[in-house]
């Protein structure tokens, strides 16, 4: 095994420094792969489950919202559990969670169909907010490699769940009922491979700072609530797309197969800036840049959608730019939760309070876009809505974006930034 030490200013948990690196990349790293294929996978198989239960449309609609609901309630709560617990501890019940809410998914029944989607969210909602808190204390010179690396597991296999998740249906005698059982067991898989870890688990409990920063609620740090509408902002533009890019696209000619890879064109657009935006915004002192450019891809892609007329090749590139500034803006989101504060303590809180408001966001603004459309019939004013967001997003991510800012910032010398010096 590897020997690890800690810089005392970073360690706040009794974590055993001992342990082998490789094997805690690749429990991460699947850990990832199971945070959005439980949800991914769901979308494809909606008519065939209706053709085998009697469920209406608006349920069928409130299984996609209900995920994100189970985000927002239990993130907030994630943190003190992990302070009880550690952070290993709950990692393994974040994966105990959508293993059971899985299987429970194959039930057979409408209330077996929502509850086991309900306890698939509350594991993924855990999962969410430790895996940023549990890169900031183990990888802190790494955080931005790290955190790329987790960011393309998790949408690689997220778009690959949502591709495979017919086929897996009908190459099997089960049908849909088949496809949640192979994620149960890609789910299963991640659960073996972190159990290696629960030796190492430890509460988060700080052993060296300032007391009086301790004892401050992130939930009065206006950074925190800078970077919290910044995560916010951000989710809300993203599954708006996902609920109704393919209605819109539709609507400009396009038939059910095109839009549905231009969805699919989205995806694949944000993974590469998944990965490649937190190695970049770990190197440099300040992201301004990167959110200006962000900004910039969402406002083009707003306008190239709003102009294209259904036409593929119109269609394309704005699709391609949307895809880029939510991959960026979501790497953005997570690196502040790691560049902004001291601790891992410091990070699983504010990422508790970003995604509790932010995944809430994203369950309301696809209800709320798709209400405006139907007031005024047409796609062009709820794209001034997004539009909106995204210079709302802008605002937001000014001051988390300026380096040497962080949550409590009760030191008048700020420390240095882990990332900001690679080389070491």
């Not at 082998?20 to 792969?33: D, F, K, R, T």
């Not at 916010?232 to 839009?259: C, E, K």
């Not at 590139?317 to 960026?328: F, M, N």
Request: glycine share 10%; with cysteine; aromatic share 8%.
């Amino acid at each position: 095994m590897n020997q690890r030490t800690y810089p005392a200013a970073l360690l706040d948990a009794d974590a055993q420094p001992r342990r082998s690196a490789a094997l805690l990349l690749a429990g991460i790293l699947l850990i990832a792969a199971n945070l959005r294929t439980p949800i991914t996978s769901l979308s494809p198989l909606i008519e065939r489950i209706r053709q085998d239960m009697p469920i209406s449309g608006t349920f069928a609609g409130m299984l996609t919202a209900l995920p994100l609901l189970a985000f927002a309630a239990l993130s907030p709560f994630v943190p003190r559990l992990a302070a009880r617990f550690g952070m290993e501890a709950m990692l393994f019940g974040a994966l105990l969670a959508m293993l059971a809410g899985g299987l429970a998914r194959e039930g057979g029944s409408a209330f077996a169909l929502a509850a086991g989607t309900v306890i698939a969210g509350l594991g993924i909602a855990a999962g969410n907010v430790m895996l940023p808190a549990l890169i900031k204390r183990e990888f802190p010179l790494r955080i931005g490699l790290m955190t790329g690396l987790y960011s393309i597991a998790m949408n690689v296999f997220a778009a690959t769940a949502s591709a495979v998740s017919v086929p897996i249906a009908d190459g099997t005698a089960l049908g849909w009922r088949g496809t949640f059982l192979t994620i149960a067991a890609v789910t299963l898989i991640a659960a073996a491979f972190w159990i290696p870890q629960l030796k190492h688990n430890a509460k988060v409990v700080r052993v060296s700072g300032n007391p009086a920063r301790e004892r401050r609620s992130v939930w009065r740090s206006r950074l925190a609530w800078q970077i919290t509408l910044f995560m916010g902002l951000q989710s809300l533009i993203f599954y708006v797309f996902v609920a109704w890019l393919p209605g819109m696209l539709q609507d400009q000619g396009m038939t059910d197969s095109q839009a549905g890879y231009m969805l699919s064109l989205l995806q694949i657009g944000l993974i590469p800036f998944a990965f490649l935006v937190p190695i970049a915004a770990a190197r440099l002192s300040s992201q301004l840049g990167l959110l200006v450019l962000t900004c910039g891809f969402y406002f083009a892609g707003f306008a190239g959608l709003t102009l294209a007329n259904g036409g593929l090749a119109m269609t394309a590139a704005p699709v391609i730019a949307l895809g880029i500034a939510g991959g960026t803006s979501f790497s953005l989101a997570m690196m502040f939760f790691g560049l902004r504060t001291r601790t891992a303590r410091e990070a699983s809180e504010i990422s508790g309070m970003a995604q509790a408001v932010g995944y809430l966001l994203a369950a309301v603004g696809p209800f709320l876009f798709g209400l405006l459309h139907d007031a005024v019939r047409n796609w062009t004013v709820p794209m001034l809505l997004l539009a909106f967001a995204a210079a709302a997003l802008l605002l937001a991510g000014m001051a988390p974006s300026r380096g040497g800012r962080f949550v409590f910032a009760d030191e008048e010398t700020p420390e240095p930034q882990p990332d900001a010096h690679p080389r070491r």
